[in-house]
């Protein structure tokens, strides 16, 4: 595959676009604007998203109409207990004819990967994501194949149904940038949604591929490039390395987030900044994208667990203690 | 009853300790205790049934309809006759463990007359009047050791009670609950094992093969109640031997007999001491014989009255002299003996009652509506001060949350107290301007507005706060006619604090004077 051409875009260019974004897959997702703006987070700073809600939220919807919204490729891949790491990667095939080995490419090959209900498949299927979230390549009978950017996996799972699941492994969990929750919507988006749906105006078929504008990959990539630039202050980056240093000193929390969270925590901040139409990061910035970023990557102490702690009131706590920036 | 046979360690023990004794004495002696106690029960339910069975061969019901039909629907009569049973089924496991105790192998009571007898005794009160006694296990080895009946026996069964009557009681309590949470383990075992919906049919609708597992079906609660008697019964021995002990001083009499046993190789002295011994004990038990044991002194040998101090010497270190601190309150004199002055006084009081209780009557009946005065009085005044208390509490409230604001004095690593803040501080922020020191102007601005907005308007913040959420904090007290000017000021300053942006000199100067016009006292 080529790689896209990565432009160079003026602030007002990259508003445009994200404000393009935002309102497309709003105006299909009703109701979950936060969620929205997480998963526009993600895509800005090149992370992947683990959802997690009940089934009926939209999590696929979610993901569909992001597709939509730029003119890269979409896959998903159900998982199921019997799925193997090659049924998504790829593997190599004898051409009898030429006699040589072909590599066919799985699913994983795209811009956009929807893993739907990923705890459902074993541990050993999970493995094979972790170099593909973390490098952007996929490695077939020894030889690595990049994947075109923009990349980006969205995970689903569902927390009700536990039974016949396989919990995703630290190491796993760590690849993705952001952990959001989809929870019901509100009595008055609820009430718009059905009225769109029974009256026709929100219809799945707007979803097919169509004449609409969209964004191309590379229009893409000049965002995540423009939040790369957001500058950060030097205080502000320290008030994010110590919310995350914080996790590991705590006695609520067994295992504290990693270095990778640091590095999670500034990026998001950065492209929450660029969402907001600033250039640069405030120590607000840090703390709206914490919770996301931080909710997986710790483990609670089993104290906790049993006093019916969440990661999020253990993690809200946590902020407390924490000082913002001296300036 | 051969004491110095006796199989344990004879000291007088709390009543727990005894049944923890008993609990050790179940588990030595336990299978032929619960085969003692298993055996005459099958006995019973196979002749239970067998009389059932030749019962339901009859054409003819012997029994009256409605007795039949009872006895008929449902053989979990028959575990209520062995239940009911039981306090005669509990004395071959005691008879066995008394003799296991005192170490008696003698076994010429193996007779089936002797067991008869042993059974038939005092059976009909036991069986009836006493069935429901909470302390059974306590008062059985009267009734089967003993042999006691009637006045005897219930005087005997008082003197046991005394000191540890509750443990008995609590004893079958626990013994009972234990039994009903085998058949209910067991029950839930099997459902669960099974996997099956419990489902209990009526007696009455079941026909004659299902009848039949129900026979065999409370075998198991049979088998539950022999696994548990051995407990119950020697717990309950445990603590009739403890009180004996206590009572009998079966452990000082144990003394004096191993005393009297490690000398007798010396059998020049044995007459000696046993005539001092038998004194002693004569002392021990009847204090009011000293005298004439005094009387006797002179005609005392050496020997005897060397003797006589050992023993005396030994009585007086423990365990003979148990020294105890009392700690409760407790009456020196019999509470009728109280001053004597108020006695008369009572007494005069009483006659004058007796005597002029006609006059008196009106009297009394002042009190009686002072009283009721008094209470109206007291109502009305509670009442009263709960009705100012709950109308004062809407006024009261709002000082209370102003002073409830536990004002941060550093917010965002800046000091915002009134002492962190320069005296001049209009002159010394022209001053950083002209120095061209930005970030210390917009910091002194920033520093003194936040200052007048948490010290002296009260704005709620926390410690931890960032600039936008000290602005929501602003924006949540609406009163504050600020128009903007805080957020606009607030933006100016994270633009030059995180992006290291200037502000507009003129502009901010111009926020900055418009809040103090609307925040300064």
Redesign the interface.
Known sequence: MTQPTRATLTPEQAHDHIDFLRNRIQALLIGQDDVVDQVLIALLCRGHVLLEGVPGLGKTLLVRALAHCFAGQFRRIQFTPDLMPADMTGHAVYHMQEGSFHIRRGPIFTNLLLADEINRSPAKTQAALLEVMQEQQVTIEGESHALTPPFMVLATQNPVEQEGTYPLPEAQLDRFLLKVFIDYPTLDDEARLVRQVTSGALDMGDLEPGDEETLQPSQILALQAAAELI?V?E??LNYAVRLVQATRQTSSILKGAGPRASIGLVNAAKAWALMNG???????DI?QVSLPVMRHRILLAPESEIDGLTPDQVLKQL????????? | MNLTELQLKARVRTSWQALDLGVKIARRWYLSLMLAWLIPALVVYLLLVAGMYAYGMWSVSPLPLSLSVLWEVSPLWLLLIIWWLKPLLDRLPLFLLSHYIFNDKARGWLHWRALLRLYRFDALLSLSVRRFDIQRSLHLPVTVLERQKGGARKRRCELLRRGCGPAGGWLTWVMMSLEGALSLGLAILLLSLLGIDFYIQPTFLMKGSDIALLYLEILPDILFMALIAPFYIACGFSLYLNRRIELEAWDLELVFRESARRREPQSTIKPLLSAALSLLMLCLVTPLSIAPAQAQEPTLTREQLDARDQVRTILETPPFVIEKNVSHWQWQDEPDQVDSEDSSFLDSLNNLMDEDSGDLSSLFSVVELLLWIGMGLLVVLVLRKLVSHLKAAPVLSKPNARGSVNSPQV????AISAESLPEQIDARIDEAFERGDERQAM?LMYRHVLFLLIHQHRVPV????????CADAVKQRSQLPLDGCWDELTQYW??L?????SPPRARVQYLYLALKKVLAP
């Open positions: 500058a202050d205080q502000v600033r250039d640069f990061v405030l120590p607000d703390k902020i407390q203690t924490v000082d913002a920036p001296r300036t | 917010m965002m690593g800046m910091s926390e410690p931890w706060y960032t600039e936008l959420e994270v633009q604090a995180y992006a290291h942006q």
